[in-house]
């Protein structure tokens, strides 16, 4: 047995398909859904509270000094 991916191009493709597995010729299934999961999700406590901190200290502190004038 052989397993390809194609792509819908019509929807009168998709009742042939069916039509096709209804004669036991293919078999059609529907690939998994990826779960998409947010970045915050993602890298949620990743870092220390206290590693955090300074992070966010040191982004302000650049930030700060692009808005100084030179």
Same mark, same amino acid.
């Given at each position: 047995?052989?397993? $390809?991916?194609?792509?819908?191009?019509?929807?009168?493709?998709?009742?042939?398909?069916? %039509?096709? %597995? %209804?004669?036991?010729?293919?078999? $059609?299934? %529907?690939?998994?859904?990826?779960?998409?999961?947010?970045?915050?999700?993602?890298?949620?406590?990743?870092?220390?509270?206290?590693?955090a901190?300074?992070?966010?200290q040191? $982004?302000?502190?650049?930030r700060?000094?692009?808005?100084?004038?030179?």
């Amino acid at each position: 047995m052989e397993t $390809v991916t194609i792509q819908l191009l019509n929807k009168r493709a998709l009742k042939l398909l069916k %039509e096709l %597995e %209804e004669l036991h010729l293919i078999k $059609v299934t %529907e690939a998994p859904k990826k779960q998409t999961q947010s970045l915050s999700d993602r890298f949620a406590g990743k870092l220390s509270n206290d590693a955090a901190k300074a992070l966010h200290q040191h $982004v302000k502190t650049l930030r700060d000094e692009w808005e100084r004038d030179i």
